[in-house]
């Protein structure tokens, strides 16, 4: 297999999995977002920190590091 050929069959192997875990994070991560009640302050800003920053992170490694 040539060089070209690996990165396009790992390439292709990869993104489901990685799809799901960052799916199944943030899905999870949703809650403390839209949290409301006594001690939400502080629930809301780690969801927000911890989903913002996952979201960013899975755009990062399914776009942008295949292209570079």
């Given at each position: 297999?040539?060089?070209?050929?690996?990165?396009?069959t790992?390439?292709?192997?990869?993104?489901?999995?990685?799809?799901?875990?960052?799916?199944?994070?943030?899905?999870?991560?949703?809650?403390?977002?839209?949290?409301?009640?006594?001690?939400?302050?502080?629930?809301?800003?780690?969801?927000?920190?911890?989903?913002?920053?996952?979201?960013?992170?899975t755009?990062?490694?399914?776009?942008?590091?295949?292209?570079?």
């Amino acid at each position: 297999m040539t060089i070209r050929q690996a990165a396009i069959t790992a390439a292709q192997e990869r993104f489901r999995p990685i799809v799901m875990t960052s799916r199944a994070s943030l899905l999870g991560f949703f809650p403390l977002v839209i949290t409301t009640g006594v001690g939400s302050a502080s629930r809301w800003s780690l969801g927000t920190a911890l989903f913002g920053g996952l979201l960013v992170a899975t755009i990062l490694s399914l776009l942008i590091v295949p292209v570079l």
